[in-house]
T-cell receptor, first 109, second 114 residues
């Protein structure tokens, strides 16, 4: 079965500290993986996707097929990074997304 | 600027009432989705539609139905609302074949069933 697991409900760090939000998935095949972010009082929006191998707002994520993981990382957290983060996968373009449970990131001053 | 609009942001309904949640997108997208967002459970897919008058069940369709009479509009219907349907409902849309598979979300509809 396709599944996305985010083991941490809440991650609290201080400003300037490194942050890693964990995401593990189970899927038989080659999924596409994404990170979505929801800032307070804003709509859910795409942060980054693994096929682009991009860095957005200082965040990066590497797909590790051996460990079936897609952890989100940032070397120096900022207060404005505080938000809800969701890892998601899909097996085809434009298709339905399967989301993890979400991790709330809180960056303290 | 892409836009997915959910007309009702906050609703309070009584148990047993019929509830309509409306969603409109202005991007000529083929795919539209309804998700339910609950703390600790993430987003769960209720229904999706890949064309006008076409629909498929998601992971939690029980107690819900949908309607897609026009390409730009996708409605979620709660035939008889129950308290366990109190939640945030998110509508989304995407192109069927799009580079990068970007899905765009609406702002959400907070539904409270009392």
């Amino acid at each position: 079965a396709q599944r996305v697991t985010q083991p941490e409900k809440l991650l609290s760090v201080f400003k300037g500290a490194p942050v890693e939000l964990k995401c593990n998935y189970s899927y038989s095949g080659s999924p596409e993986l994404f990170w979505y972010v929801q800032y307070s009082r804003q709509r859910l929006q795409l942060l980054l996707r693994h096929i682009s191998r991009e860095s957005i707002k200082g965040f990066t994520a590497d797909l590790n097929k051996g460990e079936t993981s897609f952890h989100l990382k940032k070397p120096f957290a900022q207060e404005e990074d505080s938000a809800m983060y969701y890892c998601a996968l899909t097996r085809n373009q434009g298709g339905k997304l399967i989301f993890g449970q979400g991790t709330e990131l809180s960056v303290k001053p | 600027d892409v836009k997915v609009t959910q007309s009702s942001r906050y609703l309070v309904k009584r148990t047993g009432e019929k509830v309509f949640l409306e969603c409109v997108q202005d991007m000529d997208h083929e795919n539209m989705f309804w998700y339910r967002q609950d703390p600790g459970l993430g987003l769960r897919l209720i229904y999706f539609s890949y064309d006008v008058k076409m629909k498929e069940k998601g992971d939690i369709p029980e107690g819900y139905s949908v309607s897609r009479e026009k390409k730009e509009r996708f409605s979620l219907i709660l035939e008889s609302a129950s308290t366990n349907q109190t939640s945030m409902y998110l509508c989304a849309s995407s192109r069927r074949f799009s580079s990068g598979n970007t899905i765009y979300f609406g702002e959400g509809s907070w539904l409270t069933v009392v």
